[in-house]
């Protein structure tokens, strides 16, 4: 049982680019987030699925896209990436019964120039 | 709208000392709340959680009450050591989004 996996573990892009961080899980969870990380802010939600076929926009949703083709995998796309883009993602996924309790990935540590 | 606050850090320790990190929410209704800690160059995990009023939490010494009428869940520990160094994030579960609402984080530094 890996959990929830993200890809990659560290990427730098440069203004302009466009890349998609994957997000999996085997755990068979309806439930899926992604979060970023910012110094002295917390996480905050950027989209979220609660089953495949089915998503929606968190608090920071502007310049990222999302889809949910399965139940395992998430990806989170990055159309034209910015220097505001540069931040720590991680993907979390929860059980629809206890949805709260969520597990979280190990992150991708993004660098845009 | 749902929020948390959380004391600021550094908060800096001597092993064994005694560890409290406030953590106090503003919610509408009775959210679920949690301690999540990140460990250097990991993760989120799941410290503890607690889900009505007067619970509480509890997990590797770590403990928090869910206090309804001062609307906190403060995280207390014995005795800390040094493998406690870390960053703790209080939040809760905002079930309409199926979102969780965390606070900044307090960095915990435990010396020998």
């Known amino acids: 049982n890996a959990g929830v996996t993200q890809t990659p573990k560290f990427q730098v892009l440069k203004t302009g680019q466009s890349m998609t961080l994957q997000c999996a899980q085997d755990?068979?969870?309806?439930?899926m987030s992604w979060y970023r990380q910012d110094p002295g802010m917390g996480l905050r939600l950027i989209h979220y699925s609660v089953g495949a076929g089915i998503t929606d926009q968190g608090e920071v949703p502007n310049g990222y896209n999302v889809s949910r083709s399965t139940t395992e995998d998430f990806p989170l796309r990055l159309l034209s990436a910015a220097p505001s883009q540069t931040s720590v993602y991680f993907c979390?996924?929860?059980?629809?019964?206890?949805?709260?309790?969520?597990?979280f990935g190990p992150g991708t540590r993004l660098l845009v120039l | 709208g749902n929020s948390v606050t959380q004391m600021e850090g550094p908060v800096t320790l001597s092993e064994e000392a005694f560890l409290t990190i406030n953590c106090t929410y503003t919610?509408?209704?009775?959210?679920?709340l949690f301690w999540y800690v990140q460990y250097p160059g990991e993760g989120l995990q799941l410290l503890l959680k607690?889900?009505?009023?007067?619970d509480k939490g509890s997990n590797k010494g770590f403990e928090a009450t869910y206090r309804k009428e001062t609307t906190s869940f403060h995280l207390e520990k014995g005795s800390v050591q040094v493998s406690d160094s870390a960053v703790y994030f209080c939040?809760?579960?905002?079930?309409?989004?199926?979102?969780?609402?965390f606070g900044a984080g307090t960095r915990l530094a435990v010396h020998p």
């Open positions: 607690a889900t009505k009023a007067d």
């Open positions: 755990m068979n969870h309806e439930y």
């Open positions: 919610a509408t209704g009775y959210p679920s």
């Open positions: 979390a996924s929860s059980h629809r019964q206890g949805r709260e309790t969520q597990y």
């Open positions: 939040a809760l579960f905002s079930g309409g989004y199926n979102k969780l609402i």
